[in-house]
């Protein structure tokens, strides 16, 4: 049965290695008969695998295109080709597939064999990402980490370093991996906290062995892509000012980024909780509104204010 089996897995490799094969050449490497071959064809058909077969002198045997992926055999190189690929990807140099990238790098690392592996580290300690815009990268392994424990629903430990340089230790159950404006997070459950928090990627380091198993938790608004950037938004603030709107709130919420949280206070009013990194910004921000509003409780907004309109009324008089 053994025989068999690396039997068959060394005829799929050779049908992914070439386009056609003739029975007897597939015979030939193989060293048993051409029914032999015609019975292992029928055992990779019954297992998913598209072999069609043409008769005639000229026919032979071509793996094909199905229905659905059937497993694939890589040799050493194109292993190491895939794995870097995916690192590469992940790290954002195709738009739009680094989660995908990632949930099929924590695959492939469960499997890949230490020579392999080391093959890797060694590649991409070689190699230089320059990321776009100046943006601090990830290191594969603690995206594979943290992939590695999402998928295997276990607890996740690991040292964490906030915005502010503040650095502790972190306990918790991992949910989702993100990649928003060009940046990685962990949607997760602190257990320590007792609550959702949201993690940077690029500031965390796992530690091993991971945690126990958990039964995952229902996600809070039920949708990751708004709870990762209404949570990142204002986690990122540095100042942040409650202003009450005359205007309804959905056509607030229209206008201003999905970070902002907006209440309706009545049916043309609505109390808005804004944020950004300075003052300026914020005077940005309410001035896309073209809407009358009044500040509630963020002076530092409530003074630049007033500069902007003496440098407004300024420049409306020099004409």
């Not at 989702?176 to 459950?189: D, K, S, V």
């Not at 603030?237 to 607030?252: C, D, F, K, P, T």
């Amino acid at each position: 049965m053994l025989e068999t089996s690396a039997r068959l897995l060394r005829l799929l490799s050779l049908l992914q290695l070439h386009r056609d094969w003739t029975g007897p050449a597939l015979a030939e490497r193989l060293g048993v008969s051409t029914r032999t071959i015609r019975t292992d064809v029928e055992r990779l058909r019954a297992l998913g695998y598209p072999v069609h077969a043409t008769p005639g002198v000229a026919g032979g045997y071509r793996l094909g295109a199905g229905t659905s992926l059937p497993p694939l055999l890589l040799d050493d190189d194109e292993a190491v080709a895939v794995v870097v690929g995916l690192v590469t990807a992940a790290n954002g140099a195709v738009t739009g597939i680094e989660e995908t990238a990632v949930r099929a790098l924590a695959k492939l690392e469960q499997v890949l064999p230490s020579r392999l592996r080391h093959r890797v580290q060694a590649l991409t300690a070689a190699t230089v990402h320059v990321p776009a815009g100046g943006r601090t990268t990830v290191d594969a392994a603690v995206l594979t980490a943290i992939a590695g424990a999402i998928r295997a629903g276990e607890r996740l430990r690991f040292d964490y370093e906030t915005h502010t340089g503040a650095s502790s230790r972190r306990d918790a159950e991992p949910h989702r991996l993100a990649h928003w404006r060009g940046y990685w997070y962990l949607i997760a459950w602190d257990v320590g906290r007792q609550d959702w928090r949201t993690f940077r990627a690029d500031r965390m380091m796992p530690r091993t062995p991971n945690g126990p198993r958990f039964t995952p938790r229902p996600i809070p608004e039920g949708d990751v892509a708004q709870y990762i950037q209404r949570g990142v938004g204002a986690a990122t603030w540095r100042y942040s000012a409650r202003v009450r709107v005359h205007a309804s709130a959905a056509e607030v919420r229209a206008i201003l980024p999905v970070a902002v949280t907006v209440d309706p206070d009545g049916p043309e009013r609505c109390v808005v909780q804004v944020g950004s990194d300075t003052p300026h910004m914020l005077t940005h921000y309410l001035g896309l509104l073209d809407k009358d509003f009044d500040v509630l409780d963020a002076p530092e907004l409530a003074a630049h204010l007033l500069t902007t309109a003496e440098r407004f009324r300024k420049a409306a008089g020099s004409q």
